[in-house]
T-cell receptor, first 112, second 111 residues
């Protein structure tokens, strides 16, 4: 039982490059989330998926797209990376039975 | 939507002293209030939570209190130790809605 697994752990991009951050959970959770964390700004929700087949915008969705590939996997895509997207990205999931939200280990992204 | 405010943003205490972090929320429908601890370079991890049907919950040196009327809740850490140094986040959730996080408190415990 690995919980929430994110890849990659680190990534450096040039402005304009694209990439996809991968997230998978093995806890049979319905809801999955992508956050970004910047100094002094806490955790800001980018996109979420309340269940397989659905996705919704969070607080800061601009410049990102997501795909809920199946119940386990929820990916985040940057089509044309910008320096403002330099951040630490966390994936999380939550089950119906309890409200506990579990986080992945994070992806540290730098856009030059 | 929900708005969660957290204070202070930084807090330094001497080892053995108590630390208190306070949060307020805006949505009276919120009924679940977790606290997360994030050590440097690590993921946030749940340390304690409280639901709106109780006013206080304690787990060893950590306690959380909730005042639904005033819409605020607090984290109390007693007998602080250096390993308590971390960033702490409060959050609030209403039913099936998403979690809304505070902006975090960086706690430093001075040996």
């Amino acid at each position: 039982n690995a919980g929430v697994t994110q890849t990659p752990k680190f990534q450096v991009l040039k402005t304009g490059q694209s990439m996809t951050l991968q997230c998978a959970q093995d806890m049979n959770h319905n809801s999955m989330y992508w956050y970004r964390q910047d100094p002094g700004m806490g955790l800001r929700l980018i996109y979420y998926s309340a269940s397989e087949g659905t996705t919704d915008k969070g607080e800061v969705p601009n410049g990102y797209n997501v795909s809920r590939l199946n119940k386990r996997e929820f990916s985040l895509r940057l089509e044309s990376a910008a320096p403002s997207q330099t951040s630490v990205y966390f994936c999380a999931s939550i089950g119906l039975a309890k409200n506990i939200q579990y986080f992945g280990a994070g992806t540290r992204l730098s856009v030059l | 939507g929900e708005n969660v405010e957290q204070h202070p943003s930084t807090l330094s205490v001497q080892e053995g002293d108590s630390a208190v972090i306070k949060c307020t929320y805006s949505d009276s429908a919120s009924n679940y209030f977790p606290w997360y601890k994030q050590e440097l370079g690590k993921r946030p991890q749940l340390i304690i939570d409280i639901r709106s049907n109780v006013g206080e919950k304690k787990d060893q040196r950590i306690a959380v209190t909730l005042n639904k009327t005033a819409k605020h809740f607090s984290l109390h850490i007693t007998e602080t130790q250096p390993e308590d140094s971390a960033v702490y986040f409060c959050a609030a959730k209403a039913g099936a809605n998403n979690l809304f996080f505070g902006t975090g408190t960086r706690l430093t415990v001075i040996p």
